[in-house]
């Protein structure tokens, strides 16, 4: 004898909103025009508060300046320096983060064509991970050490060569 086929229990749903923003989340973050937006937002922070920090720097060696010391001049282009190498690093960053992810994928499809299991896969792929990490952290560091440094020397000599032809001009300063 044949039992009737019953109908799975349906239970409403009562609150389908939190559906409704995810999805909606998702399509935005989906957006090319998002990430823009959301890169040059990040940049001109970063580039304001830099601004910022350039002019409170230069600020504090001008009122420092009457000392005839090189010891301002010094402090202030090292400041400077390093302002401009954490800028360079995180402006690095933003490049080589999606050429990191395009390498890393690639490798790994390159592995699965190659006939490598599942198993296999996911350890390659964390020991990619790790190792491409390294990597770019050891070259972002690098360069930005590089171009703190540069920045650090060229912004000593230009501030003791402007604090020199202060010194000329009888305290004017031309900007």
Known sequence: MAQPKQQPLQIPQQNQSPIIPSNFLIKI???????????ISVYTLLLSISWNFLNSVLSWYE????????WPALYASVLLGLAF???????????????????????????T???KPRRDLVSEGKKLTVDITR????????????????????????????NKQDGNNGGAVDY
């Open 29 to 39: 973050m989906s957006k090319r025009r998002t990430w823009v937006i959301l890169f």
């Open 63 to 70: 009122s420092t300046m009457s000392e005839n010391s090189g």
């Open 85 to 111: 190498g954490v800028l360079s690093m995180v402006a690095a960053l933003a490049v080589a983060v999606p050429a990191t992810l395009v390498t890393w994928i690639t490798i790994l499809v390159l592995l």
């Open 113 to 115: 064509f190659a006939g």
């Open 135 to 162: 990597f770019v952290v050891k070259v972002l560091i690098k360069e930005g050490n590089v171009v703190a440094a540069l920045c650090a020397i060229i912004g000593y000599f230009v501030l003791v060569r402007r």
